[in-house]
């Protein structure tokens, strides 16, 4: 018997309880972004599948809360939020976009050989796979400047909102924060999970080509699905239904 989610709500996941579901979506967002990027997502997503949105803190109703300064303090606590905040054993699939691909792989680390915590697959978008200390990474994007350039280039439109003046003082902190993560993030080795991996990416993202998905083959044993959507990096809001069609194919 499932009893996912009491009252919709718990303080690191969101969602809205689909009784008779088979198997669990969870959704996390992107560097800045929120469980309210995915709001819609249930209602296009089949009833057999449930769909959970990570509400990472520092952002919107969790406003007041630090957000989390390194890779491993995130995943860890989303981790042990998926352990014990959600009491029933149905299966999980992970989405992830942009910086979620890179929370979600860390995630299904952790979870991959738990007892009553089946994962079936992870679908990453928007990112290429972590890189490892021996692999040269970008320059950080230390400014606010640098990195209101860097999402204007990705979204051109959702960047609108950092240019508000009441808004902009709220929502800047977590995207900093979230860009001093991915910095910083450089996992000693990549680790192979034992479920399949769905790569999915824009047609002209700026920042992660379609050649750049091929590397999450380096992160499984069960083989990676490459799947191009037109559009640039935030390809997932005109191609909504696109992408969701796809992704319930897959858990079919």
Same mark, same amino acid.
């Given at each position: 018997?499932? @009893? ?24 996390? %967002?992107?560097?800045?972004?929120? @469980? ?7 209602? &296009? ?36 939020? &998926? ?42 978008? *928007? ?5 490892v200390p021996q ?33 902009? %003082?709220?929502?800047?902190p977590a995207l900093? @924060?979230?860009? *001093? ?5 450089? /996992? ?34 069960? *083989? ?11 390809? &997932?809001? /005109? ?14």
């Amino acid at each position: 018997m499932t @009893a996912p989610l009491p009252d919709s709500r718990t303080r690191w996941l969101r969602g809205v309880s689909a009784p008779g579901a088979r198997i669990r979506l969870v959704c996390f %967002p992107h560097a800045g972004g929120a @469980a309210g990027f995915f709001h819609d997502w249930a209602a &296009l997503t089949p009833p057999e599948i449930e769909v959970v949105s990570v509400q990472y803190p520092g952002r919107q109703d969790r406003l007041s809360e630090p957000c989390a300064t390194t890779m491993e303090e995130l995943a860890d606590a989303i981790a042990t939020a &998926l352990l014990h905040e959600v009491d029933d054993d149905l299966p999980l699939a992970f989405f992830g976009h942009s910086m979620g691909s890179s929370v979600a792989y860390e995630v299904a680390r952790r979870l991959e050989d738990v007892p009553g915590r089946t994962l079936t697959r992870l679908i990453v978008s *928007g990112r290429t796979r972590p890189r490892v200390p021996q692999e040269q990474a970008p320059r950080p994007l230390g400014t606010d400047t640098e990195i209101l350039d860097h999402v204007r280039r990705l979204d051109p439109e959702g960047a609108a909102v950092y240019e508000h003046p009441a808004l902009r %003082p709220v929502i800047m902190p977590a995207l900093r @924060a979230d860009f *001093g993560l991915l910095a910083k993030y450089r /996992p000693a080795r990549l680790h192979r999970l034992g479920v399949p991996v769905t790569a999915c990416g824009g047609d002209r993202d700026p920042a992660c080509t379609i050649e750049d998905l091929s590397a999450w083959a380096d992160v499984t044993t069960e *083989g990676l699905d490459v799947r191009a959507f037109e559009g640039n990096h935030f390809y &997932l809001n /005109p191609r909504r239904e696109e992408l969701i069609a796809l992704i319930a194919s897959l858990l079919s």
